[in-house]
């Protein structure tokens, strides 16, 4: 087993510390600036009420798009502060979002990844990816629909070399909570969203250069639904 169920105490203190950052490559392409709306147009419902609503989209309309200010308060939302004694300093995180976009207003369609402290995204290549995106999500309709995937992963053996095997444990619960961050924000600004698997490896093999060797942890789709009487169809 790889687990134990307890820490001794220098195991403890050898657990709480900075957490290893991820070593994302400076913004080397275009970068496109993220903008979340002021207070006044964000979501008003309450975290009960988005909850109770909160599901998982089934079907994606592929002709609907989702507004730029909509996206960045998903990834906003989602890259806020974790308070977890792996994540220290506060605003730590063993994450790097990559993301597929095929129908975001303001956004070429194509593959990105996020910076953070820029709150852009760095174009990493264009081109209508659909296809990809259907083949990546084991085949599925829902991320070639969808408006755009999202993807969790993480430089796993910096991960575990700094907290031995709990490390990705530590690494899956902050993309679990990351990617229920961004299941809430879709909803409460009233599109979809659904969790999906993937094919790891082809994943990082996408993403790569630029995400050679991480480990894809979580990959939420997010779009509009298909409205009653209508049907959807791949482009």
């Known amino acids: 087993c ?3 169920k307890s820490l001794s105490a220098d195991e403890a203190k050898q ?3 900075s957490a290893p950052v991820p070593e994302t490559h400076r913004a080397g392409g275009e ?3 993220l903008t979340v709306p002021d207070e006044p147009a964000q979501p008003t419902d309450s975290l009960q009420q988005v909850i109770q609503r909160r599901g998982s989209t089934r079907r994606f309309d592929p002709e609907r798009v989702l507004t730029l200010a909509e ?3 998903v990834l906003d939302g989602a890259t806020a502060p974790v308070p977890a004694d792996f994540l220290e300093p506060a605003g730590a995180t063993l994450l790097d ?3 597929i976009v095929h129908s975001v207003e303001g956004l070429a369609p194509g593959a990105y990844v996020y910076h953070r402290e820029e709150r852009a995204l760095e174009l990493l290549k264009r081109g209508e990816f659909r ?3 259907g083949r990546l999500g084991l085949s599925q309709e ?3 629909l969808a408006a755009v995937n999202i993807y969790s992963m993480t430089d796993l053996p910096t991960v575990v070399e700094r907290f031995g095997n709990r490390g990705y444990r530590a690494a899956q619960l902050e993309g679990g909570i990351r990617g229920g961050r961004m299941y809430l924000s879709a ?3 009233r599109f979809g969203a659904t969790g999906l698997t993937f094919l790891d490896d082809e994943v990082t093999e996408f993403f790569s250069p630029h995400a050679a060797g991480k480990s894809v942890l979580f990959l939420a789709a997010l779009g509009r639904s298909v409205r009653r009487g209508s049907s959807s169809r791949t482009s």
Do not use: E, I, N, V
């Open 2 to 4: 790889l687990w134990r």
């Open 15 to 17: 657990w709480r510390g």
């Open 31 to 33: 970068l496109f600036s």
């Open 71 to 73: 996206l960045s308060t």
């Open 97 to 99: 979002l990559y993301l």
């Open 131 to 133: 296809g990809t995106a």
């Open 142 to 144: 829902l991320p070639a």
């Open 187 to 189: 909803y409460a600004q």
